[in-house]
């Protein structure tokens, strides 16, 4: 069995346009005489790699202790796209794909409101993304809602940097239970049998 982190670097990774940059506060220092040492973070939601709940673009949607945890853990497909990706696309790929997708594409590839529409008919579990977003800049609210408002989870951020090939694996990627907010941190990982 390998694992992959596919992971964001909390504080290294790239700020959404318009979100918060993510700081540390050093609280207590042993270094200084302190017992222990002891931080405080401060970052939105969204930052790094992260889970969307359906409050992020539904109006009365679930938020994040409120998503069952079925859909974070299980067989996934990993696959490779280019691009604005349609829902023609997507019923090809779902011909062969798991019920949770994730999507690699060097942080360039984007799902369009029927690409979102065709996932959430299919039933997947969840979707996946290397990008910071499913929806390109500027257009993220149509394939945001389509999947969200059918109850799909969404993983961004997600780095496949050290995964060499596509395919099936298993993911694990529970988001921090951080109750009434819209989205949270997430540490992914894949198990490659």
């Known amino acids: 069995m390998k694992l992959y982190d596919i ?6 990774a790239k700020v959404y346009p318009g979100d918060p940059a993510p700081r540390m506060e050093l609280i207590r ?13 401060y ?10 709940a359906p409050r992020h673009f539904v109006q009365d949607g679930v938020t994040i202790e409120a998503l069952p945890l079925e859909p974070f853990y299980g067989p996934c497909s990993l696959i490779t796209v280019d691009g604005l990706i349609t829902g023609e696309d997507i019923d090809a790929m779902l011909r062969y794909a798991q019920k949770r ?5 060097e942080g360039k590839a984007f799902l369009t409101q029927s ?13 996946g993304t290397d990008a910071q977003s499913i929806g390109a800049y500027g257009d993220e609210e149509k394939p945001h809602q389509e999947l969200l408002s059918a109850g799909v989870p969404l993983l961004e951020g997600l ?3 050290c995964v060499p ?22 540490r992914a990982v894949l198990i490659e049998e």
Request: charged fraction near 20%; glycine fraction near 10%.
């Open 7 to 12: 992971s964001r670097s909390f504080f290294q």
């Open 29 to 41: 220092r042993m270094e200084i005489g302190d017992t222990c040492n002891l931080s405080a973070v």
């Open 43 to 52: 970052a939105g939601a969204h930052t790094a790699t992260h889970v969307d």
């Open 101 to 105: 997708v994730l999507f690699r594409g």
């Open 115 to 127: 690409a979102a529409f065709a996932l959430a008919d299919a039933g997947v579990l969840l979707v």
């Open 159 to 161: 780095d496949f940097s």
């Open 165 to 186: 090939k596509d395919g099936e694996y298993t993911l694990c990627a529970f988001p921090v239970k951080l109750n009434g907010m819209e989205g949270a941190p997430a």
